[in-house]
């Protein structure tokens, strides 16, 4: 009998999948998607339905080519690709080019990559669900009309090289909208007034802060104010005269969805939203685990449900019990609501093996793979632990009619803190246990101090919080989130220092010429309507070309009046460089690849030059500066070469440091390993490696 094929997108689930599978099956892969619209043209026929025109995407002709020999001689085709949209889309593609009938069973999908879920959906093979292709395309087309359309008006009116976005151009409006409002900010004085007070043995000391006069709220707004404080309490005993003792339970926080996980992993390891989803994608797809080869270690990434299926519940809990006791298992197993609007298609991301412990596996997963799947599988499990439960005390101090108050809590039971706790954006309060207070004890003043405040802006977006802004009004959707962050920042429209988020001018005059002529498409409550349409055409209960011909009326009237409108004219920055060809300042220019020089006397002088950024490193060859540079090929990969070059040939991939090598004397280099970055020898002769230090690596 021959075999039967299943296809997948990576290499490294096909080679997860094939171990599952056995002989009788060969697993290929298609690397992603095999068609797409043209990238050089508009490729939707707007007077015909919207008909999309696909096309081979270029280097995929050869994997096509081995698809079509290897589905020649299968006796069975299985497409399993991702289970959501862009999967469905990409098994609707494949069915097109083999020429399978789409309706037949040809279909297959899996939450997780693990034997019984891929044995399992072979027995629950189905037809492909034109919904969710009809809902891809209605999203790609759109998206290419606005994209396609609006940046060629850019380009016209603005300047070459800008792009805009349905998606993107949203984004970029939140956080210049952001930055206005910290710019008009007016910050307001306050005061706040602390006292340090000491029970009678003297062994203990808490803070009270003041609260108002005679129990009463009284804000402190200027130094005379709380200079006339302080004199009434000076030296004066703070008697309790309400003590409130109360017990609340904390519960735990939900496992991940894709934002909540991009969230978390931006705030506790200083992950971007596009590293997140690189590395958990690796995790859900198969990592090499010594002798039990690749093994998909959590499940599907790119989710908007918090349910979890009831036999990993189930485990989770046998998990809890066995190690942590059964003090720390809920009453009944913790069920999860999800936001309003949530497609629920697929579970949480969790552990595919509660078995497989993070310290187990830490020896075959680089230092990300670790921290990431650590993040995930404690914050699965604390989500199937117990509450905590905290003993909580609030007591109202009265000192010459002035009212101070102090709180404190102690722990009763840690329950899921055991394990894990959320991360925060803000800074929490410390808690702190009280000592025992009784209505009308006095406890002495040791001290009692005062500090100027001013009120703050509301602050910058990180990643984190943008993620978290996008989800709450609707703006796109979790798949979306890591690629519309790196585009913004990669077409300059947004800078990011130390994790804050900030538009740059080309951002903010973008975007005031985007308010200004696409106001729809930058309007927060439209395009959140928009991403419900594409939902009801998932659900069959939106026709796509009907939804795409209401909007599309509408935003080419816009295309047409910003075309009749007067350019923007963009300044150019003006360098420091002069033009060695005619002596100008040479400006700088956004490209492809980032930005570079130009001569401002364009088209009459040509000349353009690169950004050098130099090392404070010599060339162990001549002594000259190194300097970073970019490759030709594959643009994007950094090396390092001598500034005298093509005098000097020195050159090194690896990033050389200011250090010499103990061993060989050559120069010391930073390579990224397994488990992170580390020092070596340039010398491939040499041996010596230094660990235990973290580098700054560049991405």
């Not at 497409?79 to 279909?107: F, M, N, Q, Y």
């Not at 439209?526 to 998932?538: C, I, N, R």
């Not at 200011?658 to 580390?678: D, F, I, M």
Request: glycine share 6%.
């Amino acid at each position: 009998m021959a075999d039967a094929l299943v296809i997948v997108e990576s290499p490294a689930k096909a080679k997860t999948i094939g171990k599952f599978l056995g002989s009788r099956y060969r697993v290929v892969a298609s690397n992603g998607h095999v068609r797409d619209l043209p990238k050089s043209q508009l490729g939707v026929d707007t007077a015909h339905d919207f008909a999309p025109r696909y096309i081979t995407l270029r280097g995929r002709g050869d994997v096509l080519e081995r698809i079509r020999k290897e589905a020649k001689s299968a006796s069975k085709i299985y497409l399993a690709t991702d289970p959501d949209r862009e999967g469905e889309a990409i098994s609707w593609h494949l069915a097109h080019v083999l020429k399978l009938d789409e309706t037949s069973k040809c279909r297959i999908v899996f939450n997780e990559i693990t034997s019984s879920a891929v044995k399992n959906s072979i027995r629950n093979v189905r037809p492909i669900d034109m919904r969710l292709v009809n809902a891809q395309q209605a999203r790609r087309v759109l998206d290419r009309l606005v994209g396609y359309e609006i940046s060629e008006v850019l380009w016209k009116k603005v300047r070459k090289g800008l792009s805009g976005g349905r998606v993107q151009s949203v984004a970029v409006r939140i956080i210049c909208d952001r930055e206005r409002e910290i710019e008009a900010f007016e910050p307001e004085e306050y005061w706040l007034v602390t006292a340090t007070l000491g029970t009678g043995d003297g062994k203990k000391t808490f803070e009270a802060r003041y609260f108002g006069e005679n129990g009463k709220k009284r804000e402190l707004r200027t130094e005379a104010d709380t200079q006339a404080v302080l004199a009434r309490i000076q030296d004066r005993p703070f008697t309790a005269v309400e003590v409130r003792e109360s017990e609340k339970t904390r519960h735990a926080a939900p496992p991940f969805t894709t934002s909540s996980l991009q969230q978390e992993a931006a705030r506790k390891l200083n992950f971007t939203t596009k590293r997140t989803m690189v590395v958990a994608q690796q995790l859900y797809e198969g990592v090499d685990i010594g002798n039990r080869g690749p093994v998909g270690l959590i499940s599907y990434i790119r989710t908007d449900s918090v349910r979890v299926a009831d036999e990993a519940q189930q485990a989770a809990l046998a998990h809890i019990e066995a190690r942590y006791g059964k003090a720390y298992l809920p009453a009944k197993p913790n069920v999860y609501r999800g936001r309003s609007g949530a497609q629920d298609a697929h579970e949480a991301i969790r552990p595919t093996d509660i078995g497989n412990t993070p310290a187990e596996l830490k020896a075959y997963l680089s230092s990300d793979q670790y921290r990431l799947y650590k993040l995930v599988y404690e914050r699965f499990l604390a989500s199937q632990m117990a509450e905590a439960r905290l003993a909580t005390t609030a007591v109202t101090f009265d000192v010459n009619g002035c009212t101070f108050k102090a709180n404190g809590s102690r722990v009763l039971f840690d329950g899921f803190t055991a394990v894990y706790t959320e991360g925060r954006d803000d800074v929490p309060e410390k808690e702190v246990a009280l000592p025992p207070v009784a209505e009308g004890d006095a406890f002495r003043q040791i001290r009692a101090e005062s500090e100027q405040r001013f009120t703050q802006p509301p602050p910058r977006y990180t990643e984190a919080t943008l993620v978290k802004t996008l989800e709450e009004k609707g703006i796109g959707r979790p798949s979306t989130y890591a690629p519309t962050i790196s585009t913004i920042i990669d077409r300059g429209y947004i800078a990011r220092e130390k994790k804050l988020l900030h538009p740059t001018e080309l951002g903010v005059i973008v975007n005031d010429w985007m308010c200004k002529n696409f106001p729809n498409i930058v309007d927060i409550s439209f395009t959140a309507g928009m991403e419900q349409q594409l939902d009801g055409v998932e659900e069959g209960e939106v026709e796509w070309t009907n939804m795409l011909s209401r909007f599309y009326g509408p935003f080419e009237k816009s295309v047409s009046e910003a075309l009749e409108r007067e350019a923007v004219r963009l300044p150019d920055r003006v360098s420091d460089v002069p033009c060695d060809k005619c002596g100008a300042m040479m400006v700088y220019k956004l490209g492809r690849y980032g930005e570079f020089l130009a001569c401002p006397n364009y088209p009459a002088c040509r000349n353009t030059k690169p950004i050098v950024e130099k090392l404070d490193v010599p060339c162990p060859k001549c002594g000259a500066a190194l300097i970073k540079r970019r490759s030709k090929k594959g643009a994007k990969r950094a090396f390092y070469g001598c500034e005298r070059y093509p005098e000097c040939d020195f050159v090194s991939w690896d990033k050389p440091i200011n250090e010499h090598c103990p061993k060989c004397g050559s120069l010391l280099v930073q390579r990224a390993g397994r488990n992170g970055t580390y020092i070596a020898c340039m010398n491939r002769a040499c041996d010596f490696i230094r660990r235990g230090r973290r580098e700054k690596q560049d991405e």
